[in-house]
């Protein structure tokens, strides 16, 4: 799988313009943002990184974790999501152009992955819910498994869970911690908790609904995975206010198990880390002169090389997509 198969080129330049666009709207209310600690560790001790577009990415001294602070309050985040051009344009466009390649290459393996966990764990075949779901498209594959009775898509946006429902799947439009009176088996969360406010109170609300010994499947970005620490601030994903959170495997770690998770297992299995960064050598955004490793890796040597070297990635967690398993 290549960058481009799912973020086509063509559509980029009118996805920054809308992006900017948005970022200077939510930056009117930049008085109102709030200081936060460490969305890990609690920490107060932190030290300033560097700013981008109007955002303030600082690092907690004591876990490494990089985060945005001050940051839009939940209120605004929320009046963000609901009115962001480059949200919907993304939804509209560029989503449904990518959305065959996506199922092949990113929701059909989620699919057969989650599945092995559950045979792995032994879990129930009750139900599973999706949080932050998007356009439904894991639980639409899910539901052709057949392996759960239950399958719930949890999406607080009104846009993305009508998407669901024409999906004809059983959708509860509000946020997990406004959820009550359900249990689930198993709970996902697919790149997420890098997009909130408070993700440790999301966190004890996924523990407090799944059932003894249930699996909390999530996945988000790792901050010393190889493309993140080569290119820091440089990466396209690296932008507030999307995403606020970046933890490193350690820091997540210690931030479930704060929430009484049990880790049961941690994979870094991206496969995107080194083209993201080939593309921006390629495209003159990031320079490799006197980096005589960089100069072979990826312009000497790439086609012979990059496939190697991402299996170091992944074999040794030093992708930046982060997998954890957890249960209850």
């Not at 949200?87 to 989650?114: A, G, M, T, W």
């Not at 009550?180 to 996902?188: L, R, S």
């Not at 210690?254 to 870094?268: A, D, H, R, V």
Request: charged share 30%; aromatic share 12%.
């Amino acid at each position: 799988m290549k960058e481009n198969d799912i973020r086509p080129n063509e559509f980029r330049k009118e996805l920054d313009r809308l992006q900017a666009n948005d970022i200077k709207r939510i930056l009117k209310y930049k008085k109102k943002f709030l200081e936060v600690n460490c969305p890990a560790c609690e920490n107060e001790q932190k030290h300033f990184c560097f700013k981008k577009k109007g955002f303030n990415f600082v690092k907690c001294k004591k876990c490494d974790t990089l985060f945005v602070s001050p940051r839009p309050t939940m209120d605004i985040l929320e009046e963000y999501y609901s009115t962001s051009e480059h949200i919907k344009f993304f939804n509209d466009k560029i989503y449904k152009l990518s959305e065959k390649i996506r199922k092949k290459k990113i929701f059909y393996p989620r699919v057969e992955k989650v599945l092995e966990f559950c045979e792995k764990y032994k879990i129930k075949n009750n139900s599973i819910f999706d949080i932050g779901a998007g356009f439904g498209t894991f639980c639409e594959l899910m539901q052709k498994t057949k392996r759960f009775k239950n399958i719930i898509a949890i999406e607080p946006s009104k846009y993305l869970s009508e998407t669901c429902k024409k999906k004809k799947i059983n959708t509860i439009a509000l946020p997990i911690e406004k959820v009550e009176n359900i249990k689930a088996d198993v709970i996902t969360c697919f790149e997420l908790l890098e997009h909130l406010f408070a993700p440790k109170k999301f966190l004890d609300s996924c523990y407090n609904i799944l059932n003894k010994n249930g699996l909390m499947i999530l996945t988000t970005v790792n901050i010393q995975g190889f493309d993140l620490l080569v290119l820091n601030k440089k990466s396209d994903n690296i932008l507030a206010p999307n995403h606020l959170n970046y933890f490193n495997i350690e820091s997540l770690v210690m931030l479930l198990k704060k929430c009484k998770f049990k880790i049961l297992e941690i994979e870094t299995p991206g496969k995107l880390d080194v083209d993201i960064v080939y593309n921006k050598i390629k495209n003159g955004i990031y320079k490799i002169k006197d980096n005589p490793f960089f100069d072979l890796l990826f312009l000497k040597k790439y086609d012979k090389l990059n496939l190697s070297f991402k299996k170091f990635l992944i074999d040794n967690h030093l992708s930046s997509h982060l997998w954890i398993i957890a249960k209850k």
